[in-house]
């Protein structure tokens, strides 16, 4: 079973537990049964048709699902919920092109999160997203 695969049947494990999922007709969940900042997080090394992905889930109330929930968390909180608006580090990266994609799907503060981008390589993308795509440890 894949990384993805496991990380998919977890999330609907805890969708379902929460109540989220049900069987039958669609029902509207009431803002009370939703957890208030969740996101999944993917990251993809390669190109567009590389299986060499991992992903998680992300909760900040209280933060877990990765190595550095808490300062992925504590970066979101800062940014309001917008991975493109966490300031960028200064830092020096290699000009090795090795593509990785990252997505993000969710929820920050019951708003929807969506995000999508391919940085050059992972030093890119831990310069750009903080720790929120920083999924093993290290």
């Known amino acids: 079973m894949t990384h993805i695969t496991r990380a998919t049947a977890a999330v609907g494990a805890l969708l ?3 109540g989220l999922l049900a069987a039958g007709p669609a029902r509207a969940a009431s803002h009370d049964s939703l ?9 993809t ?3 567009a048709r590389s299986s060499d992905s991992s992903g998680t889930l992300l909760l900040c109330d209280p933060p877990q699902g990765h190595a550095r929930a808490a300062a992925a968390c504590a970066e979101l909180a800062a940014a309001d919920g917008h991975i493109d608006r966490i300031p960028a580090a200064h830092v020096f990266c290699t000009m090795i092109y090795a593509p990785v994609t990252v997505h993000a799907r969710g929820q920050w503060n019951n708003r929807p999160v969506e995000f999508q981008e391919t940085y050059t390589s992972a030093c890119v993308m831990r310069a750009r997203t903080g720790s929120v795509f920083s999924l093993e440890e290290g």
């Open 16 to 18: 379902a537990a929460a």
């Open 45 to 47: 090394r390669g190109d």
């Open 35 to 43: 957890p208030g900042s969740w996101l999944y997080l993917t990251v």
